[in-house]
């Protein structure tokens, strides 16, 4: 935890607040401070800042809080990704707010296994949680917003041109042609399952004016896909 999220609901006074649960066993165990220690905290959707430790026990941490920087920027990406086991959903979503995309949307393909639309990974509450673990992480305060699309030509054909219409799409696939530098604009970034898609879905995407890039000869997890994309296309 690189930074301490925080929340309305943590508020005792206008710059006051008081923390338990989680993220008091994380400064009990990790951060070991003392009162008077200045810890970097950021408010939720807001500015980073500083919180000065007023009291510190094992039930809870009381801080004086100010806050006085912007977080890091967006990069200007909606991230749609196949729906994938739930073990491998956590760490996308992750790695999506670590690395500061807007929009994350999940989607159904033919190579999706239906019983991944039933896991318990996909209520509210398991999404927020990984979420607020990836901005942690990355010192950032703004979460990306999630949805998902269960019927895959729906989505490829109602709700993507919308996406479109403001950003270049681009659908990551062994059978594109490969990418070539940065890119650095507005996106759409497709990423499909680990089996890949199949041809007509590839075709639809075409059809919707998206281009088909590659990442070379090896078939990489989705987790690695989401990373080595985004890294390479955002982060010159």
Known sequence: MNLILLFPSDFIASDTVRLTGRRLG????????KKDDLLTVGLEGGMIGS?????????????????????PPRIP???????????????????????????????HTVRV???????????EDGIREQLVLGLEQAKDTVLPKVSFQKRFKPFVEDVLPGLLKTRAGIVADPSGQAMAG????PAVLIIGPEGGFVP????????????????????????????AL?????YP
């Open 51 to 71: 919180g000065r430790v007023v009291a510190i026990d094992a039930r809870s941490l009381t801080m004086s809080v100010a806050f006085n920087e912007p977080p």
């Open 200 to 227: 007509y879905e590839i075709e639809k995407f075409r059809e919707a004016g998206c281009k088909v890039i590659g990442l070379g000869p090896r078939i990489l997890k989705v987790e690695t896909a989401v990373v």
């Open 113 to 123: 296994e239906k019983s991944f639309w039933q896991s318990t990974a996909l209520k």
């Open 77 to 107: 990406v909606v991230l749609c990704v196949a729906l994938m086991r739930p073990i491998v959903f956590r760490r996308v979503l992750l790695t999506a707010a670590s690395l500061g995309v807007e929009e994350v949307i999940f989607f």
């Open 230 to 234: 985004l890294i390479r296309m955002w």
């Open 26 to 33: 994380h400064a009990l165990e990790i951060l070991k401070p």
């Open 182 to 185: 940065n890119c650095c604009e």
